[in-house]
């Protein structure tokens, strides 16, 4: 069968074979967690706990701050350290809060317990789910509730669950479906309910045909919900390429997927969704690829919220000599870290580690030469080389009229260009220059 798929792209080496067999191993709790208040897209939450007060386990620390938020929870038991601004893995200082652990493994009063989740209505099941805090858990970590939240004039009639797990190195989500799924397909029904719709598609890149198997054994006497196994193509798990590989929907731009009737879920959100209605647990710990040729014992785990970077590559054996890079997430989108103190939040699905050779750090950017590899690989029909171009000379007005706010930073530009420009890097710092235009001149 022809497996579907978007248009353009770009096919990077997936370098999953290291990781890719590897069972989830679930890492003993820290003795010291680092929890930010802003682990999503949205508003930070706010503490309601103070210095010197004792948690236990899934035990709420902050609140959400209005409707785009969502709290956060104690990973560990134990005493509170400290609130204070610290190094976050998007690169900047955060409020957070660090628990001391006391080594008793404490759980909150109603962690674990069952629950009737068919009992429940539609408001319920996602009042539950903001305050597990659940977020997206494939790396945009916008709040789950809001999205299962679309208004009245653009109802989605379509959910799709991504599988595809296009970024190199990364097997987290691989792994999920491999031993997770009836808790993937449980969240997904929960998802279908609370929307009050019955069509749903499971997509799945075809380098995982264990995971496509096991998914369509389970979904076999689900009439509502059908696998569908996707091309092997960067980045076919992007939302809008996702939704067009599937349904041939276009998202158009500046929209969200629900203008054409989307949503679309990580396959790990859809399993802590089915955690927090039906078992009371919320998002304490998530699944984490640590991998690259810096890391001496490559494994996938289960990390506890709040977990330093730096014990996580411990417990995988160190980095070898010729570590050189950390990132958080992949090659293609991931964010390299100035410092491995940064803690594990909710959109860490990857530590990688990469070796001189991985990181290409001797290679020097070079002039653009016009060649158009980048045009013919953009998914989002850019162009990147003229976009790059406008904001090296500060032309943001026209920047923007070029698209650069409907890039999603894939990489795809910079891997293709001959002349290894940092294309990404470049949008990133324009878009945000952009928005912070707009914002001033807002409150103007």
């Avoid at 579907?4 to 003795?31: C, D, I, S």
């Avoid at 949205?42 to 210095?51: N, Q, T």
């Avoid at 929870?73 to 409020?95: D, F, Q, R, T, Y």
């Avoid at 950390?326 to 860490?348: N, R, S």
Wanted: hydrophobic share 40%; aromatic share 4%.
């Amino acid at each position: 069968m022809r497996k579907k798929t978007f248009k353009r792209g770009v096919h990077p080496p997936y370098r999953k074979t290291a990781t890719q067999h590897l069972p989830l191993v679930t890492m003993p709790p820290p003795e010291r967690v680092v929890i930010p208040c802003s682990q999503h897209i949205g508003a930070p939450s706010e503490p309601i706990v103070s210095k010197g007060d004792e948690v236990k386990i899934g035990q709420p620390i902050s609140q959400a701050k209005g409707f785009v938020s969502v709290p956060s929870h104690a990973s560990i038991s134990g005493k509170v350290a400290a609130i204070e601004p610290l190094p976050h893995p998007l690169g900047m200082k955060a409020e957070a809060i660090v628990i001391e652990g006391d080594g008793e493994k404490s759980l909150a009063d109603g962690i674990g317990d069952r629950q009737d989740w068919g009992a429940l209505t539609a408001d319920q099941l996602k009042e539950r789910i903001r305050d597990a805090g659940i977020a997206g858990l494939g790396g945009a970590t916008f709040p789950t509730h809001v999205k299962l939240s679309p208004p009245e004039d653009q109802p989605i009639d379509t959910v799709l669950l991504n599988g595809a797990e296009c970024e190199p190195y990364i097997t987290a989500d691989h792994r999920v479906m491999l031993e997770q799924s009836e808790e993937i397909i449980e969240g997904l029904k929960i998802i279908l309910k609370v929307l009050n719709i019955s069509r749903a598609y499971i997509g799945i890149e075809a380098n995982k045909p264990d995971a496509i198997a096991k998914m369509e054994a389970l979904v076999a006497k689900e009439p509502s919900i059908e696998v569908v196994p996707l091309q092997v193509k960067y980045p076919q798990g992007a939302e809008k390429q996702l939704i067009y590989a599937v349904t041939r929907r276009i998202v158009p731009a500046g929209a969200l997927p629900m203008k054409v009737g989307c949503l679309v879920q990580n396959v790990g959100t859809a399993a802590a969704i089915y955690q927090a209605v039906a078992r009371s647990t919320p998002l304490i710990e998530r699944a984490v690829t640590v991998t690259g040729g810096g890391v001496r014992e490559p494994k996938n785990l289960r990390v506890r919220i709040g977990t330093p970077f730096r014990e996580v590559i411990a417990f995988c054996g160190g980095t070898t000599e010729g570590a050189a890079k950390l990132v958080m997430g992949g090659p293609m989108m991931g964010i390299a870290q100035a410092t491995d103190e940064v803690p594990v939040i909710k959109g860490t699905s990857c530590i990688l580690v990469l070796d001189r050779e991985e990181a290409a750090l001797d290679i020097e950017p070079k002039p653009c030469i016009s060649c158009g590899r980048c045009v013919d690989q953009c998914p989002m029909r850019l162009i990147p080389s003229v976009m790059a171009t406008l904001v090296e000379h500060e032309r943001w007005d026209e920047a923007e009229d070029y698209g650069i706010m409907d890039c999603f930073e894939c990489g795809s530009c910079t891997y293709t260009c001959p002349s290894k420009r940092h294309l990404t890097h470049l949008f990133k710092y324009g878009k945000s220059v952009i928005a912070q235009r707009k914002k001033q001149a807002q409150a103007a």
